[in-house]
């Protein structure tokens, strides 16, 4: 399609960003605008792939841009770069950006991975050489926003700089004003290193009621919406001259089982379970194709992900056959009994998930099916997330994590992760699952340097994941957008880097004559 050149996009968000400096703020809709005003060091792609932004490519051990211990990193930066202001980009603006990080007088959101670095030497103008103090296997998801040296480096308070309102970037797109709870408006730099961006101007509308989010989308004054919510989709399918768009996202929903349960240390239990799991009736009754099964703890936009795991169809014969064999037979009400006990347990959910509410119910019904009987119990979120799972107070619990665009899972499958006393309530290995082949594994995961040979450990644990069925993988989630037909070159992204990673390319498409 031919795509005009100019033009100016609306886009509708339901949150307004409370700053313009993503290092000072995890809401989604800084790190949105944050996308068009900043640019990093690399970036991931919509596929999950890394690509060079401000640095000329991306720095592994095979291009010799990491040295072979894994504690030098070395970036060659683009030259030529400015900032919206006209001053040119250089290394001192990244060694800059990490000091900042790194004074902890500043409100930074997180400074994980920037704190394992010893120094940071600039032998020229275009090349940083980061020096850690040791391995970092996620070193590459460091620097996505780099802030300029010569607008911060003199003030004496950077949480309430006014650059953090009207800031200056070396991205697409330049701040023009914010109109508070009304929009942010961003004007083509012209001077971007990619060129001059295909739009003139983004108006980013902050709408925070869905319905008049939808009321403007149908009456053609927005142009795009993203993060639309599931209770929408079947709203957003019927508008005329909008296209729904549904990409799997990292987040996804499980269930586990508290392995200090004796009724699921008995692996055929848990295996007739997953067997007797429907996820793609869930998916598609549930969800209405808004997500996409899970079968593992990677996602397959992760290069650790095992594209050969096949997947796992319901199979309630074998299901039962499993019961069988460990001991379990069907009582006169049809429930499986062994030793006159039946085979019951409780689900806990955190309640204000719609969705969450109807799978639970759903895996109620599938279980039934094979005579396990299990009561869904409804818990206050606050109280979930703090005290049911900290303190593994469950027998089965369906809730979601973020998967990482790095595949280390220490913290959810170590050993040494099973939250209590002993250990300060340190990790998130809620089911309590104890292996020492995965302990191993995560350990020389997080310190092994070549990726060829971390693939081979991730893929393993996957491996060792589906034999032993600590949790029950059940879909990745969808995130739901709405584009004008005629709006070119949008990609979702589902990585960190988020829908606006090339809004430099988005346009009009012409109107055919």
Request: one cysteine or more; charged letters at 20%; aromatic letters at 10%.
């Amino acid at each position: 399609m031919a795509i005009q050149q100019g033009g100016q996009l609306k886009y509708g968000s339901l949150q307004e960003p409370n700053t313009l400096n993503p290092l000072l703020s995890d809401l989604l809709a800084t790190a949105e605008v944050g996308r068009l005003l900043f640019s990093g060091l690399v970036i991931t792609g919509d596929k999950g792939e890394w690509l060079p932004d401000l640095a000329v490519d991306v720095p592994t051990t095979a291009n010799g841009g990491v040295t072979p211990d894994g504690l030098t990193v070395t970036y060659r930066l683009r030259q030529g770069v400015t900032w919206h202001d006209g001053m040119p980009f250089t290394a001192e603006d990244v060694k800059f950006t990490w000091q900042l990080i790194m004074n902890r007088k500043v409100n930074v959101v997180a400074r994980d991975g920037y704190d394992r670095i010893s120094s940071i030497d600039t032998p020229d103008k275009h090349t940083v050489v980061v020096k850690f103090r040791e391995y970092y296997a996620p070193y590459l998801t460091l620097f996505t926003t780099i802030l300029p040296k010569h607008k911060l480096e003199n003030e004496s308070n950077i949480n309430k700089a006014s650059f953090n309102r009207a800031p200056v970037g070396t991205g697409p797109f330049k701040f023009k004003e914010w109109q508070v709870a009304e929009a942010i408006s961003f004007e083509a730099n012209p001077a971007y290193y990619r060129g001059k961006p295909v739009l003139d101007s983004i108006i980013y509308k902050v709408i925070p009621d869905s319905n008049i989010l939808l009321t403007q989308l149908k009456s053609g004054e927005l142009d795009m919406v993203s993060n639309i919510g599931f209770s929408y989709l079947e709203q957003v399918k019927a508008i005329s001259g909008v296209r729904t768009v549904i990409t799997p996202t990292m987040i996804w929903e499980h269930l586990d089982f508290n392995l200090d349960n004796t009724l699921f240390q008995d692996v055929r239990v848990r295996k007739a379970i997953t067997s007797a799991i429907d996820r793609q009736a869930i998916v598609a009754n549930v969800l209405k194709g808004a997500a996409s099964p899970a079968y593992g703890d990677q996602s397959p936009l992760s290069w650790a992900y095992n594209p050969m795991q096949q997947p796992l169809a319901r199979d309630v014969n074998a299901a039962r056959d499993l019961l069988a064999q460990a001991g379990w037979q069907p009582g006169p009400d049809g429930i499986m009994t062994k030793e006159n006990k039946k085979l019951t347990f409780s689900l806990t959910i955190p309640t204000g998930n719609k969705l969450r509410e109807q799978t639970a119910q759903k895996i109620a019904e599938q279980l039934k099916e094979i005579g396990i009987l299990v009561e869904v119990r409804p818990s206050d979120g606050a109280l979930f997330f703090g005290e049911v799972l900290k303190n593994r107070q469950f027998e089965t619990a369906i809730y979601a994590w973020v998967a990482g665009v790095d595949p280390d899972n220490l913290n959810l499958w170590n050993s040494h992760k099973i939250p209590g006393r002993g250990n300060a309530y340190d990790g998130q290995n809620y089911p309590g699952w104890r292996n020492p082949e995965v302990d191993k594994l995560t350990e020389l995961g997080v310190r092994t340097i070549d990726v060829s040979a971390r693939k081979d450990i991730y893929f393993r644990v996957q491996d060792i994941l589906r034999d032993e069925c600590p949790v029950v993988p059940l879909y990745f989630r969808g995130n739901i957008d709405a584009v004008k037909t005629v709006v070119a070159n949008y990609q979702p992204n589902p990585t960190p880097s988020g829908n606006f990673w090339n809004a430099w390319q988005w346009g009009f498409a012409t109107a055919a004559k």
